[in-house]
């Protein structure tokens, strides 16, 4: 098991710095986060003892059986599944950063309760791309005021944007949501608004990471590729369909 995942680990990497090269991009301005949903912790610890520390979960539960037993110095953890709001307490204690802020009655909850603690987060908003109602993040045309909103909480950083891309074949359709991304960061950079500067692009998966790096993605998540097929289907972990609470 544990030389299954370095090498998947290093094939990604590889995959990853290759595309950056045929970009001429710098490879060090894109980083693998571990996708980490279903995996053991066992099987997160290879991939952090190969110095592969940024990890990202879709389930709070999860999160929180996780990151008490990882043994490192401080993984940073992102917590990139829908996350509701009486899940924001418990989220808290973790993660380092949310990149599926979608809507301002969960950023208004997400300021409470880091006031209170007199905390501040990083945060990226969630922007549906792709157009797909099963999909949850803001439609691209209202992203620009959602961040507008959202810059008001001085509790919250907004370090970028983050999007699930369609999942697709049609390597030019695909494309398209990653353009659509990086041109909502252009616009709101070139805009100086108060409290917002996007530095982060959070955007492409296994199958379509090279796209995403052509299009100026800064972090890519991958899963299966690294740590093998899971027990249960993604439908289950990325639960589109939940009442927004």
């Known amino acids: 098991m544990k030389k299954h995942i370095i090498n998947n680990l290093h094939t990604i990497q590889k995959r990853i710095q290759t595309a950056c090269h045929k970009s001429n991009r710098n490879p060090e301005e894109v980083r693998l986060l571990l996708a980490t949903k279903t995996v053991s912790p066992d099987r997160i610890q290879i991939a952090i003892d190969e110095g592969f520390s940024l990890i990202g979960e879709n389930k709070v539960q999860e999160l929180k059986q996780k990151a008490s037993t990882i ?44 006031a209170l603690d007199n905390k501040t987060l990083d945060i990226f908003v969630q922007v549906n791309t792709s157009g797909e109602k099963s999909k949850f993040g803001v439609s691209p045309e209202n992203a620009i005021p959602l961040l ?19 999942l697709s074949t049609k390597s030019e359709e695909v494309r398209k949501c990653f353009k659509t991304l990086k041109t909502i960061q252009e616009q709101v950079n070139a805009s100086a608004i108060p409290n917002i500067k996007i530095e982060e692009l959070s955007m492409g998966m296994s199958g379509d990471l090279e796209i995403a ?7 890519i998540r991958v899963g299966t590729a690294i740590f093998g097929e899971r027990e249960y289907p993604d439908t289950y972990y990325w639960n589109e369909q939940k009442t927004i609470i």
Do not use: Y
Not at 81 to 107: F, M, P
């Open 71 to 114: 043994s490192v110095a401080k993984p940073e953890i992102h917590f990139i599944g829908h996350l509701q709001t009486n899940k924001i307490k418990e989220v808290l204690k973790w993660a380092h950063c949310i990149e599926s802020v979608d809507r301002i009655s969960l950023a208004q909850k997400l300021h409470n309760r880091l």
């Open 213 to 219: 790096i052509e299009e100026g993605a800064t972090i």
């Open 148 to 166: 507008k909103e959202i810059s008001q909480f001085e509790t919250l950083n907004i370090k970028g944007l983050m999007t699930i891309g369609l």
